[in-house]
């Protein structure tokens, strides 16, 4: 049982550079989400979809784009790197329950030069 | 706008030495309260969920209860495999707001 798979698990862009973060859970959830942590900061929600078709924007979606692939899969897309997108990026996922937790990935390294 | 703050930010134990954890939160609309552990490299991993205030629940050396203001994360006779970072967090309708952490250490 995988639970939530992100790929790949390091990255190195430079500016400018565009690249697709990869999320898959097995679990049958219908949320799922995207967070970057960075020191001091906390997990920072960047968007969310609470179903299969839908998204939305969390606290922090400028510079980035999301696909929900289908039930399974949910895509964070970085469409010109910049270095203050170095982070790590978590998925997460949830059943649509009120009072469900979040279950995590192992997170993404992403560095912009 | 919904905060949710922890303290300390970092803390020192020696092994045995119990201590609290502290998340205080100002959420509207809170729909539960969160625990999670993370280790280095890793995911958070879920603790507990605390719904109403005076809640509290128990796992091994980790107790979590509730008040109408704040979260504590009490840790009784701690080990060195507890040392981790501590994260709370609120769930409100549509996502959940994280704290930024309480880091850990037990010496042995």
């Known amino acids: 049982n995988a639970g939530v798979t992100q790929t790949p698990k390091f990255q190195v862009l430079k500016t400018g550079q565009s690249m697709t973060l990869q999320c898959a859970q097995d679990m049958n959830h219908n949320s799922m989400y995207w967070y970057r942590q960075d020191p001091g900061m906390g997990l920072r929600l960047i968007y969310y979809?609470?179903?299969?078709?839908?998204?939305d924007k969390g606290e922090v979606p400028n510079g980035y784009n999301v696909s929900r692939l289908n039930k399974r899969e949910f895509s964070l897309r970085l469409e010109s790197a910049a270095p203050s997108q170095t982070s790590v990026y978590f998925c997460?996922?949830?059943?649509?329950?009120?009072?469900?937790?979040?279950?995590f990935g192992n997170g993404t390294r992403l560095t912009v030069t | 706008e919904d905060q949710v703050t922890q303290s300390p930010e970092a803390l020192r134990l020696q092994e045995g030495e119990s201590s609290s954890l502290n998340c205080s939160y100002t959420?509207?609309?809170?729909?539960?309260l969160f625990w999670y552990r993370q280790d280095p490299g890793k995911g958070p991993e879920f603790l507990f969920t605390?719904?109403?205030a005076g809640e509290e629940k128990e796992k091994e050396r980790l107790k979590a209860t509730l008040t109408k203001k704040e979260s504590f994360l009490h840790i009784t006779a701690p080990k060195p495999e507890d040392s981790a970072t501590y994260l709370c967090?609120?769930?409100?309708?549509?996502?959940?707001?994280f704290g930024a952490g309480t880091r850990l250490t037990v010496k042995p």
């Open positions: 959420v509207s609309g809170l729909r539960g």
């Open positions: 979809s609470a179903s299969e078709g839908t998204t």
């Open positions: 997460a996922s949830r059943r649509q329950d009120l009072i469900s937790p979040l279950h």
């Open positions: 967090a609120a769930l409100r309708p549509n996502d959940m707001r």
């Open positions: 605390l719904y109403s």
